[in-house]
Each structure stands twice: as structure tokens, then as C-alpha cells.
């Protein structure tokens, strides 16, 4: 997928959630298109990818039908987009991904064979203790895993540096700066479901 097909997507389910036909939450990407796209020329059709609450651009980068990640979004499950097909799963949860995607980088260097796990995460569960103990035990064990830090410099609305404040980083460790275009969640308007 190319940046407009991804912010297209997003369009669409945007219009969507403000015409009352997705009755549960989305978290809405933009800004991040163009680095997203260059570090999923790395990624493989047969790696784990691993995602957050805000996940539709990297199901979709990861080869995901658009339109059944559109069903999915459509049927309330924004946030939890799974497909063993694609080896994808997201959470909702901060940081929720890091331990299982670090059971299965271990899983595939114990069985070796030539996968590799790639595990999204906000700049906020970079802070988190999850984040330092799966990112240590990896660097440790020297396991097929990377960590992507998507940095919009917040901690759902507040300053992550201010809250946070910043590490001395990692270099098993890819964070990139974007700027959001879309509230934490929604699409910016209130819905009245009726």
C-alpha cells in the first residue's frame, strides 16, 4: 500500500465512526505513513507483527485484505485485529504486546527457523518496566525480535517527555517522530448512536 491508499483507509473509517456504523472505539493513525511504509519494506510475509490499539496501518502494510480489516473495524474489533494467516495480532492494552511477542521470538529461535518478530509500540509503553524487561531479556538472549517505537511525543494526551522524561536508548531500538493528525481516539467529533 502506498501513503494515500493508507490515509484513504483511514478516511474511510473515520466516516464511518462519525456516521454511527462502528459502535465501539478506533484509534485513527496519520502523520506516520511514509516511515511505516520504509520499515515494512523490511519486514517479511512470514514474520510476527505485533501492534497497539492503534493497528490498521500496520495490518494493512503487513498485507492484510483491506476489506476485511475494514469488517473487523466495522464489527467493533479496531483494537484487536488478529490474523494467524498473516502472523498479526494487536492489543488494546499498553504494552500488551511486548511479552507474547517476545514468547514467540523465543519460540522461533529455540525451533530455528529464519521468522522474525517486529513489536509496535506508543512512546508511552516505551517508558513502561514491560517494555525495559522484554527489550533487556531480548538483547540478552539475542532473540529475532524488533521494537519499533512509534513517537507522537504523547502519553495518550500528555507530554510523554514531561510525564516520562526520556532514556538513554537502546540500540536494538527504531523510534521515529510523527506528528498525529487525529485526536487520541475517534475521529475528533462526538457520535450520537441511535
Not at 529475532?144 to 502519553?155: A, C, H, I, K, T
Request: glycine share 8%; net charge positive; with cysteine.
Amino acid at each position: 500500500m502506498n501513503k494515500q491508499e493508507l490515509i484513504d483507509f483511514e478516511e474511510d473509517i473515520k466516516d464511518l465512526f462519525l456516521d454511527g456504523k462502528i459502535r465501539a472505539p478506533i484509534h485513527l493513525s496519520r502523520g506516520n505513513e511514509e516511515p511505516l511504509i520504509e520499515i515494512f519494506k523490511g519486514i517479511q510475509p512470514e514474520d510476527w507483527v505485533f501492534s497497539t490499539h492503534r493497528s490498521h496501518y500496520h495490518a494493512l502494510l503487513h498485507g492484510i485484505d483491506p476489506e476485511w480489516l475494514r469488517q473487523e473495524i466495522l464489527a467493533g474489533r479496531s483494537m484487536h485485529i488478529f490474523s494467524r494467516k498473516h502472523r498479526f495480532l494487536s492489543s488494546s492494552i499498553v504494552g500488551g504486546c511486548l511479552p507474547i511477542a517476545l514468547g514467540v521470538a523465543t519460540a522461533i529461535k529455540r525451533k530455528g527457523t529464519k521468522r522474525h518478530v517486529w513489536c509496535f509500540v506508543g512512546d508511552m509503553a516505551a517508558e513502561t518496566g514491560v517494555f525495559h524487561e522484554c527489550t533487556k531479556y531480548a538483547a540478552r538472549y539475542n532473540l529475532p525480535v524488533s521494537f519499533v517505537v512509534e513517537d507522537n511525543g504523547l502519553s495518550t494526551n500528555s507530554p510523554t517527555q514531561l510525564v516520562w522524561g526520556r532514556g538513554k536508548g537502546n540500540p536494538h531500538i527504531t523510534r521515529y517522530k510523527y506528528k498525529r493528525s487525529f485526536p487520541h481516539i475517534g475521529a475528533g467529533k462526538f457520535v450520537v448512536f441511535k
